[in-house]
């Protein structure tokens, strides 16, 4: 999952906070 945040720091950061607030 970090992966992908890291991959798009746009509307995926957003959504991983809310969805995985663990992953930040």
Known sequence: MARSAKQSVGAESSNQIL????AL
């Open 19 to 22: 969805i995985n607030p663990v």
